[in-house]
Nanobody
Framework: VQLQASGGGLVQAGGSLRLSCAAS????????VGWHRQAPGKERELVAG???????NYPDSVKGRFTISKDDAKNTVYLQMNSLKPEDTAVYYC??????????????WGQGTLVTVSS
C-alpha cells in the first residue's frame, strides 16, 4: 500500500489549500486516517483525525479552519485548509490505518507535501 500526498504549495496568509492523499495497492478498507505536520525545528503534530466511525479531531490551533474528509470510492483523504496563517507553514503528512484483508490492518504514511504560507 502506498499513500501519495499532494496539493501543497505557496499561499498568502488568509488563503486556502486542499491537500489530497491517495491510497493505492492492496486495500480492503481504509479505517482511521489523519493529517500531521512538522515545521522546521518542531515535532510532528496531529492536525486532523477522522475515525472509521466518522468522528473528527482537531487541535485548537486549526479548529474551525481545517476540515478532514475521506472519499472511500477513491481511496482518498482530503484536508481542506482555510484562513491559512504563516504558522501553518510545515510539511504535511497523511497517515491511514488500512486493512489489507479482513484480518490484518497496518498503518501507512505518505511522503509529505510542503505548505508555505507567506505573510
Amino acid at each position: 500500500v502506498q499513500l501519495q500526498a499532494s496539493g501543497g504549495g505557496l499561499v498568502q496568509a488568509g488563503g486556502s489549500l486542499r491537500l489530497s492523499c491517495a491510497a493505492s495497492g492492496r486495500i480492503f478498507k481504509i479505517n482511521d486516517v489523519g493529517w500531521h505536520r512538522q515545521a522546521p525545528g518542531k515535532e510532528r503534530e496531529l492536525v486532523a483525525g477522522l475515525t472509521s466511525g466518522g468522528s473528527t479531531n482537531y487541535p485548537d490551533s486549526v479548529k474551525g479552519r481545517f476540515t478532514i474528509s475521506k472519499d472511500d470510492a477513491k481511496n482518498t483523504v482530503y484536508l481542506q485548509m482555510n484562513s491559512l496563517k504563516p504558522e501553518d507553514t510545515a510539511v504535511y503528512y497523511c497517515n491511514a490505518a488500512v486493512q489489507v484483508d479482513k484480518n490484518y490492518e497496518y498503518e501507512f504514511w505518505g511522503q509529505g507535501t510542503l505548505v508555505t504560507v507567506s505573510s
